[in-house]
């Protein structure tokens, strides 16, 4: 024979009661969320989110700069080395270049090191995507690294603005 049950919930307590019995079983509720507890979950995220990505969109334009000026002060170590063992920097010419692969034009280095002067080997390019501009000999002194910053351009200010190994 089919039993009809009442369900109530009451204070997270399932109560199932039998028609015409005084018997009744509860099952307490163990797990689960409510529509109003996802709600306020999701609108603090989203008002945390708010906060913190206009901070963490700076920094990365404040990393990329950092990243640009350590590349720079690299390749004027590898200069120095390469200068070191030839006696010369490369021309504007050769260009970085000559820091990862025996230059073939200009004057040609006599004690060029086996795997360049780079430890990956490899010339990279700033990390806007741009190649850097080499320039030997430089506007205020033996040459110049250059960056033109985010815009890719001459010029600029703020994160569009150039770096020059001199001035860093």
Wanted: charged content about 20%; some cysteine; glycine content about 10%.
């Amino acid at each position: 024979m089919l039993q009809l049950f009442t369900l109530c919930l009451t204070s997270g307590i399932a109560v199932a009661i039998a028609p015409g019995s005084h018997q009744y079983v509860e099952s307490e509720r163990t797990s689960g969320f409510t529509l109003i507890e996802l709600m306020v979950v999701i609108v603090i995220m989203g008002i945390l989110a708010a906060l913190i990505a206009p901070r963490l969109m700076s920094r990365t334009d404040e990393a990329k700069i950092t990243e640009a000026t350590i590349q720079i002060k690299n390749f004027e170590t590898a200069l120095r080395l390469f200068r070191s063992d030839n006696g010369f920097y490369p021309s504007t010419l050769q260009g970085l270049e000559a820091l990862v692969s025996l230059p073939t034009e200009g004057e040609i280095p006599e004690h060029y090191r086996d795997g360049g002067y780079l430890e990956k080997r490899t010339l990279p390019l700033d990390p806007w995507a741009n190649s850097y501009v080499y320039l030997c000999p430089g506007e205020q002194g033996e040459y110049d690294i250059i960056t033109y910053g985010a815009d890719g351009a001459p010029g600029g200010s703020g994160y569009d603005r150039d770096l020059i190994n001199w001035e860093l």
